[in-house]
């Protein structure tokens, strides 16, 4: 695939006038605080149709844009390029796609990035992505790919008008050596091109507000840059725990033995308790982030529309549901 191709690729996408989430964020009416929302590729038919579901439930929320998380394996991978085309071409949302560098050639690479270019994608959120199999074990690069986000970032703005993205971490990556090396591989990947970064949930405001201060200590020019901070609204603690264990997210212990006491002690949890629980904190989050002037909410929905839209509602950026 050569650049060349992507270029004329990429101007097509721009064509059609797409904007950029930063642009999103600041054109948000009515002054209030715009917010986003995550979904993941589907893996079947009945999967994408309850995507579907959740993509027209949020479009008449109007989201400044909606992300779509990219995954291991070659069906997946071709049905997340498909279906977020779909939401490009189909629906009023701004797509954004995620690419990770996991197991591609740089040539390889390229050619994503012309794929999403070819429905008019060119808002891409560029990640390096975990091992596949065990996220938690060593990283290895592929050899013609690249090691780090950063060159993910200088590849992607080589191939022409995209609007990069790039990951954050409050409580810095389960990779970095402290804190001090995380803030400046972002800074990195905010130098090199990137127009903002969306973080890892987390669960203690003060870790996001010290991960701005930090950027903005470190780069004043950089930490002027958009930190758009991901919300998860627990509905399950089970699940919610394999995901704060793959990505090093910690739940502090006040709410952990919260969220234990609504599980209950039965063989199945109390979903409806611990559901509860994590709509009132993800609403006390997001009250926090809008009074601490957070540029925007991202929401990860796995693809449910109805948390989300109940946290939405709690802070004033949805009507209640009729
Ligand atoms: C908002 C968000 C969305 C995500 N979406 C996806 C997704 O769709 N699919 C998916 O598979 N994963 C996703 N992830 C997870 C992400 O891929 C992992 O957290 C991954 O381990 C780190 O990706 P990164 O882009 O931050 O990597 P990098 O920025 O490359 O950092 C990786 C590690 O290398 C270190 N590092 C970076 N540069 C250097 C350097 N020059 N020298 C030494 N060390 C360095 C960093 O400190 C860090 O520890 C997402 C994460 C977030 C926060």
């Known amino acids: 695939m050569s650049e060349e191709s992507v270029r004329g690729r990429a101007s097509r996408g721009n064509a059609s006038g797409t904007p950029s989430i930063v642009d999103r964020l600041r054109s948000e009416p009515n002054a209030r605080i715009p917010f986003s929302v995550e979904f993941s590729p589907p893996r079947d038919a009945a999967a994408e149709a309850r995507l579907w579901r959740a993509v027209r439930e949020f479009e008449q929320l109007a989201p400044a844009f909606v992300s779509m998380t990219y995954g291991a394996g070659g069906s997946t991978r071709d049905r997340t390029v498909r279906v977020t085309g779909q939401i490009a071409e189909e629906t009023t949302l701004l797509p954004v796609a995620h690419l990770t560098a996991v197991s591609h050639s740089v040539d390889e690479l390229r050619s994503m990035v012309g794929s999403y270019a070819d429905r008019g994608i060119t808002n891409i959120l560029v990640l390096r992505g975990d091992p596949p199999g065990d996220p938690l074990g060593d990283w290895e690069k592929h050899p013609d790919g690249v090691e780090y986000a950063e060159e993910l970032v ?148 796995l693809n449910f529309a109805r948390a989300t839209r109940e946290v939405l509602c709690n802070l004033g950026l949805a009507p209640a549901r009729v």
Do not use: W
Request: hydrophobic share 35%; charged share 30%.
């Open 154 to 301: 200088r590849l992607v703005r080589d191939l022409g008008d995209f609007h990069v993205g790039v990951a954050s971490f409050p409580e810095g990556h389960h990779r970095a050596d402290d804190l001090e090396q995380d803030t400046r591989c972002l800074v990195g990947k905010l130098r090199a091109g990137a127009e903002y970064s969306i973080t890892q949930m987390f669960f203690d405001v003060d870790d996001y507000l010290r991960l701005r201060d930090r950027v903005s200590a470190y780069d004043a020019e950089q930490g002027a840059k958009p930190i758009i901070p991901e919300i998860m609204p627990i509905t399950s603690l089970r699940s919610v725990r394999r995901m704060l264990e793959l990505s090093g997210t910690t739940l502090p212990s006040s709410l952990d033995e919260k969220f234990t006491r609504a599980a209950g002690s039965g063989h199945e949890e109390d979903r409806a308790a611990v559901r509860e629980v994590g709509i009132e904190l993800a609403t006390n989050i997001g009250e926090r982030l809008i009074s601490e002037g957070a540029p925007g909410l991202h929401f990860i929905t």
